[in-house]
């Protein structure tokens, strides 16, 4: 490890006369000034060094304004109806009741929308279901009014008429042809990957040991604290104003653009929490057909409930392994299925497909390797962006694997680790030659610290590992 | 409509507003006070947590009826015209707010806590923020903040960091 260079030391604020004014903010460049680009395993000279953050004061004010905090004159609240039935077609939506509300400006339904399809990739996602409901979480109508609370009653006198469909809640049924199609005619599988390397069968016949393993890992809500807010203005120009929790607006204002075909200005504010849960639009273009129609500003402030049911999720994955092994554990052909539950929308799945396939043999020479991965359509909550793209579930599938093997073995589950680990050159499973490679090395230096001492004798709880 | 008077951080208000109308509704949307957050709005997140008569309250389940000539302190009430409280400062200083949205409620959380006990332990500052809920930052800066502040309060030197 070379010498960490000498950086200039950046007043921090504890050193700052204890004044709020002036200056109320943090200096412009909280980190060092003198960056030296390290050489390949060079510790980089950020590392160890105190940086504070520029927008910490204003945080710690309670100054920050978030979309919530945001008010304009004359603000209308919005409320999104949800269909609370997982598959259904829509007979009819009756919102008179609700139009003739005291209070209540405007309703929208799924039909008011000029192009009523969006997605990160796949265009499969209603801004507001028109004809069909493809989860339970779906919107089918949107109300504006005066206060939240109105618009909230308000959504109990929409009324819509429905014929229940039967759902497809399985993703193993799902991947069946037979299933009929959550997006019929499209057909339920969305994506698939295969990576392929060496022969996996003839690996099998020459292996000592052949061992399987099925993991399964559920879905999961990114829970911001912050849940996702957005508030519209349409002048009279027909150009429109969003103020939304996005995490990417660029990519936010092709997908607003591409649904009301107007002129669009996104706007983002300090992000409450992202983790990948706010990478997409949601009710951005029905908020602005609520402007439209009303003249007025518009916000819309999810519930929490409604970030659970009607925002994107973790993908939950079923995780088939097979491994043959020699009599010392050293690996010589694995296969691999992976199926991801997409939910009712793409959203990113190509993407958790891919990094999820390419991560799913592990950090290990494998000379025969086979993984499959397929997305499908279910009529469940979205699935999306979060954390990692698939990456921890890999993760606990192939590591809980690794651990099944080293016990059957009789070996320890350090030692399975070491043999089998990448090395600095290692080819990845699509053949990427890996640099700055230290699993064994971090893995023998985390096994000294907590007191590693083979099978279940260390001092630790057995699965530092 | 109910008509409400208490006191806000310091100052007498006034406010008519329909009975089911919470603290924390009453706090942003009529004094425009928009540092108590809204997270759950069901008395689980702690991002709306403010101080009442010096207890912390999720102020999204206290009505407007409950805090009739009652003192409230948001997170605008603590610092003064002049000078961070010392909380705000080592908050900035440790980096323990990352998106920030949980922050005015901990802080107040952790303000509530120093007045009571000027010298937590470590289990106490946990016990005080198990009402707020964090999703980026992690607690542990946290409460290195908290321990820091009651150093100042206390009138001690703050500890030095341990580097990493």
């Not at chain 1, 919530?68 to 939506?93: C, E, H, Q, T, W």
């Not at chain 1, 997409?342 to 999820?356: D, M, P, R, V």
């Not at chain 1, 390797?369 to 469940?380: D, I, S």
């Not at chain 2, 540092?35 to 759950?40: D, M, P, R």
Request: charged fraction near 20%; hydrophobic fraction near 40%; include cysteine.
């Amino acid at each position: 490890m070379a010498e960490k260079p000498k950086v200039i030391e950046k007043p921090d604020v504890l050193e700052q006369p204890d004044i709020l004014k002036p200056p109320a903010v943090a200096p412009l460049v909280t980190f060092p000034i003198e960056v030296v680009v390290p050489e390949v395993r060079q510790q980089t000279p950020a590392v160890g060094q105190r940086a504070t953050r520029a927008d910490g004061r204003l945080h710690g004010l309670g100054q920050t304004k978030y979309i919530d905090d945001m008010y304009f004159p004359n603000m209308l609240f919005a409320k999104i109806k949800r269909a609370g039935v997982a598959s259904a077609r829509i007979k009819s939506i009756d919102t008179k009741e609700a139009e003739a509300m005291p209070g209540v400006v405007a309703v929208i339904t799924g039909s008011d929308i000029p192009c009523n399809s969006f997605g990160p990739s796949l265009k499969d996602q209603p801004v507001l279901a028109d004809t069909r409901v493809f989860h339970a979480g779906d919107g089918v109508a949107a109300v504006a009014a005066v206060t939240e609370q109105i618009a909230t009653e308000a959504l109990e006198k929409i009324k819509v008429d429905y014929e229940v469909l039967t759902p497809v809640l399985d993703p193993l049924e799902s991947l069946k042809l037979a299933t009929p199609g959550v997006h019929a005619p499209s057909a339920n599988i969305y994506g698939h990957k295969v990576i392929k390397k060496g022969d996996v069968e003839k690996a099998f016949a020459e292996s000592d040991h052949v061992f399987e393993g099925s993991f399964r890992t559920q879905m999961v809500e990114h829970v911001p604290l912050e849940p996702y807010a957005c508030i519209a203005q349409w002048d009279a120009n027909g150009r429109v104003t969003i103020y939304s929790t996005l995490g990417r607006i660029t990519l936010g204002r092709a997908d607003v653009a591409r649904t009301l075909g107007s002129r669009i200005r996104i706007v983002a504010t300090v992000v409450g929490g992202n983790f990948g849960g706010k990478n997409e639009i949601r009710a951005e273009p029905a908020m602005a057909l609520l402007s439209k129609k009303t003249g007025r500003p518009v916000k819309c402030v999810y519930t929490r409930a409604e970030e659970f049911t009607s925002s994107t999720t973790r993908h939950p994955l079923i995780m088939d392994y097979k491994t043959g092994v020699t009599k010392q554990g050293k690996i010589l052909g694995r296969k691999i299925r992976l199926v991801l539950d997409g939910g009712a929308y793409c959203s990113w799945s190509e993407t958790t497909l891919g990094k999820a396939c390419i991560l799913s043999a592990g950090p290990y020479n494998i000379e025969n390797l086979y993984a499959e991965a397929f997305v499908v359509y279910t009529n469940k909550t979205m699935t999306g962006a979060m954390r990692g793209f698939g990456a921890p579930q890999v993760c606990f599938a192939y590591e809980s694997h690794m651990d099944d093997i080293a016990k059957a073995l009789g070996i320890d589950p350090l030692e399975i680790r070491l043999l089998n680990a990448f090395d600095e050159g290692s080819l990845s499973p699509t053949s990427q030659k890996l640099h700055s490679v230290v699993v064994k090395e971090s893995l023998l230096r985390a096994a000294k610290r907590f007191g590693w001492n083979g099978i279940g004798n260390g001092t630790g709880n057995g699965n530092g590992a | 409509m109910a008509n409400v008077t208490l006191k806000v951080n310091g100052e007498t208000r006034s406010a008519s507003v329909p009975p089911e109308t919470t603290l924390l509704r009453l706090l942003r949307d009529q004094f425009n006070l928009t540092g108590a957050k809204l997270g759950c709005d069901v008395g689980d997140c702690g991002a709306c947590t403010v101080i009442v008569d010096g207890q912390p309250v999720n102020s999204c389940l206290m009505l407007v009826g409950q805090v009739e000539g009652r003192e409230v302190l948001t997170i605008e009430g603590l610092a003064t015209a002049d000078h961070l409280h010392a909380l705000q400062k080592l908050f900035e200083h440790f980096g323990s707010l990352q998106c920030g949205f949980c922050g005015p409620g901990v802080i107040l959380s952790a303000k509530a806590l120093l007045d009571e006990n000027p010298d937590p332990s470590t289990q106490e500052i946990r016990d005080a923020l198990g009402g707020n809920l964090c999703r980026c930052t992690g607690y542990t800066k946290m409460i290195e903040a908290i321990k820091g502040a009651a150093c100042i309060l206390r009138g001690e030197e703050v500890p030095a960091v341990k580097s990493a």
